[in-house]
């Protein structure tokens, strides 16, 4: 075990994951992640907390992460490289694992010019593969970036974002496979509604031996109104929806549940395919749907595992 | 060469609000290649504010002059006598030659009248475009003549990411992604393996990050 995180053990026993995403509120309203958590705990293995996602002000991804946990639900903390340079992003790692954070998932992050602060200056010290390599080798060689050792590693289960729905196309598979040279335990995918497309992607991955390396998590975004795919399709950068969806969800009776219906069709046809360790079902701002989404596409109940008795973080000395 | 854009004229008139005397000066360098502050520029620019003050009925008195460039001590220096009579420089050199003249004469108050934007080329007439960010340790061998640092919006060195689409970068569909561009030249190279390669964080300590920095060659130095 690298973290012994609750995503881990599922992934490595060989059982079909389930993660879910959270995005922080826009305040300091730490109650309702507490309160969104209940939506989660028991139907999905852990939940991702978004980094300042589309460059938005939101409670930060740590602070989130470690309220989640303390409810009770495994969270994996997203680190986008956007607006922090290597000295903060080892630190908050450093205090992120202190504090019982086991995964992290390392992305660049969207550009600041999406977001309520356009103004703001735009770091990327490093980016992405250059994090994936510095959380590696925090944990594996317990050493920072510059080389200097440390005496507790951060021991984390890391991973990594693939979109096989931007371009170019062929050359989305070598990044991945860099991606997972450089570190990536784990692959969160965009969110698929384009199964053929996700397909080929897969095609390649296996033709490169990755789902042996790394476990592949297809991204499922539940939408429930045809406005919501229409909006994915013109506005969200590298994300392919089909018409005949779009066509469906508009003459849908009653798109709530539509929205339902094809997100578990979504996940059996993506369960189907050989490479695929798990799905990571993105809720944006409909959090109440997860627990009858996982329960309508078989995936209950959730594994459990024996609690380990301390977290490596808690047997650390605290220094004066 | 250094790009330039003039800043507004109500900006340039609040610039030299209550200045009896302004010596406008431009710059035979990169503001006159790409015509933003060399010596016609600096003509049209006097005339627009001789023609605002006689509307205002206010008296003003512009002396003009472009040297060969604002950014060398010996060029800069022939300015002194025009400087004394100004109670206000107002350049239209790049950031440099404003720094400058300032730097040439303490006692003056130098004032901007550009916006210096980047390094960049021409791309067709009235078009220049960011070509360089100035890093310090260019690593343009590895991607095939184009700059990851400058041209893909978030500098990233083992690209693209996941916003590129149809060729474009997720920032503005006007801009192309760095990225797209050095895969398809590594590609039609036969280099695509380079990419293949992490590459490891880039030390911007030769860059800006690192502090100001200066370049000395003893071999030029007497
Ligand atoms: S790598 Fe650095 S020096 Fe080379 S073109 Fe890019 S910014 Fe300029
Ligand atoms: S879309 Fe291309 S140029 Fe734009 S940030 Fe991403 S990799 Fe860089």
């Known amino acids: ?320 | 060469m250094i790009v330039a854009e003039r800043k507004p004229l109500e900006e340039i008139l609040r610039l030299i609000d209550g200045a009896k005397t302004v010596l406008l000066t431009g710059c035979g360098g990169c503001v006159t290649v790409h015509m933003a502050g060399g010596e016609k520029e600096v003509e049209v620019l006097a005339s627009l504010l001789r023609l605002h003050y006689k509307k205002e009925d206010k008296p003003i008195k512009i002396l003009t002059q472009t040297v060969t460039r604002q950014c060398e001590p010996e060029y800069v220096r022939e300015l002194a006598d025009n400087v004394d009579k100004a109670a206000v420089v107002l350049s239209m050199g790049c950031g440099v030659g404003v720094q400058f003249i300032a730097e040439n004469f303490p006692k003056a108050w130098v004032v901007p009248a550009l916006n210096t934007k980047f390094a960049g080329a021409t791309l067709e007439a009235g078009v220049w475009a960011e070509r360089c960010g100035l890093c310090g340790e260019c690593i343009l061998y590895k991607t095939g003549g184009i700059c990851p640092v400058i041209r893909c919006s978030k500098s990233l060195l083992n690209g693209p990411c996941g916003g590129s689409q149809n060729g474009k970068c997720e920032v503005d569909p006007e801009i192309d992604c760095a990225w797209q561009l050095i895969h398809d030249r590594m590609k039609d190279l036969g280099k695509l393996d380079l990419l293949l390669e992490i590459e490891p964080p880039k030390d911007w300590s030769k860059a800006r990050d690192g502090g100001p920095r200066k370049v000395m060659r003893e071999d030029m130095r007497f």
Request: contains cysteine; positive net charge.
């Open chain 1, 1 to 320: 075990m690298k973290s012994g995180s609750n995503l881990e053990k599922v992934l490595t026993s060989g059982q079909f994951a389930v993660c879910g995403e959270m995005g922080p509120p826009q305040s300091a309203d730490g109650k309702s992640i507490k309160k969104k958590a209940e939506y989660f705990r028991g139907y999905v293995d852990s939940v991702n907390l978004t980094d300042n996602q589309t460059a938005i002000v939101r409670l930060s991804s740590i602070a989130s992460a470690h309220l989640l946990l303390d409810a009770g639900v495994e969270p994996v903390m997203q680190m986008t490289c956007r607006d922090r340079n290597r000295i903060a992003i080892q630190s908050d790692v450093l205090g992120a694992y202190a504090l019982g954070i086991k995964n992290i998932l390392a992305i660049s992050g969207d550009h600041q010019k999406f977001g309520n602060h356009p103004q703001s200056k735009n770091v990327y010290d490093i980016d992405s593969l250059q994090l994936l390599q510095i959380l590696k080798n925090m944990r594996d060689e317990k050493k920072f970036q510059n080389g200097e050792e440390m005496k507790v590693e951060p021991r984390l289960f890391i991973g990594a974002a693939a979109n096989p729905f931007a371009d170019p196309f062929e050359f989305r598979v070598l990044r991945l496979a860099k991606k997972v040279k450089a570190g990536a335990d784990f692959i969160q995918t965009q969110g698929v509604f384009d199964v053929p497309r996700f397909k080929r992607w897969m095609e390649m991955v296996r033709d490169l031996g990755l789902p042996e390396k790394t476990f592949i998590l297809a991204g499922i975004i539940p939408v429930r109104s045809v406005k919501a795919l229409q909006y994915m399709k013109s506005e969200v950068a590298g994300m392919s929806v089909p018409d005949e969806l779009i066509e469906r969800m508009s003459k849908a009776a009653k798109p709530q549940e539509e929205g339902v219906k094809i997100a578990v069709e979504l996940i059996q046809q993506l369960r189907e395919i050989k490479g695929v360790h798990g799905v990571h079902i993105m809720p944006v701002m409909w959090e109440q749907v997860i627990p009858q989404l996982v329960e309508q596409a078989g995936l209950l109940p959730r594994p459990r595992f024996e609690e380990e008795q301390t977290t490596p973080a808690k047997e650390a000395p605290a220094k004066g």
